[in-house]
């Protein structure tokens, strides 16, 4: 069974905490100017250094979306100077992804050049090993986007590597690196998980975003 929509009803949850988990989702993802127009549209409290935040943060999402990896690299050491030195698994997605790229712009011999430079000792470790196979494969394509590992010149992989990097950033700042949104969406699945394992029929039914937004 479903939960009553009687129960949501009943539920009061402040316009001053949904105009917070609106702006958290903005901050974080660098809509500077959506952000700004939404808190003055809605008479919120700018908090401290919103802007500075988006504005350091969103130049180093942009080139890693537009694949100047080099540069946001850079960028990145300059804001966060030891980031990259302690996380190795999103300095790993860095290097490889401007490896892909290198791949992209069919400079072969500055990709091979590159990964023995920078990308050899991740081989030495297990964890890094099969992605690292992955990418070096690419080079034995005269189209590596029509290869079994297509899915590393995409977009959405670019994005994810954006993604990564713009939580590790915040995680470093010791700033929310992840939105509220995200939070409450990963909370509301696990409590409903929990309930349908423990109540089976008589509970509610796993949750999902996609079902809920049919709803």
Known sequence: MDLD????????????EVLKIVLSYLVHNCFKETAETFIACSGM?????????????????N??????????????????????????DVHFDLLTLHFVELVRAKDCAGALEFAQKELRPFG???????KLQDCIALLAYEEPEKSP????LSMDHR?????????????????PSYTSMERLLQHTTVV??????????DGPPVFTLKAYLKG
Do not use: W
């Open 124 to 130: 030495k470790q297990d964890c890094y090993r099969e």
């Open 159 to 175: 994005q994810s590597v954006a993604d990564s990097l713009n939580c590790a950033i915040l995680a470093h700042a010791h700033l």
């Open 5 to 16: 929509p009687q129960e949501y009803d009943n539920l009061k949850v402040s316009d001053s």
């Open 149 to 152: 590992m297509f899915f590393l």
């Open 45 to 61: 409290k700018r908090t401290a250094d919103c802007s500075v935040d988006i504005d350091k943060r969103k130049p180093i999402y």
């Open 192 to 201: 409903r998980q929990r309930l349908n394992q423990e109540l089976g029929k």
């Open 63 to 88: 080139h890693v979306l537009e694949g100047n990896v080099l540069k946001a690299i850079e960028l990145t050491n300059e804001l966060a100077v030891d980031l990259l030195s302690t996380n190795q």
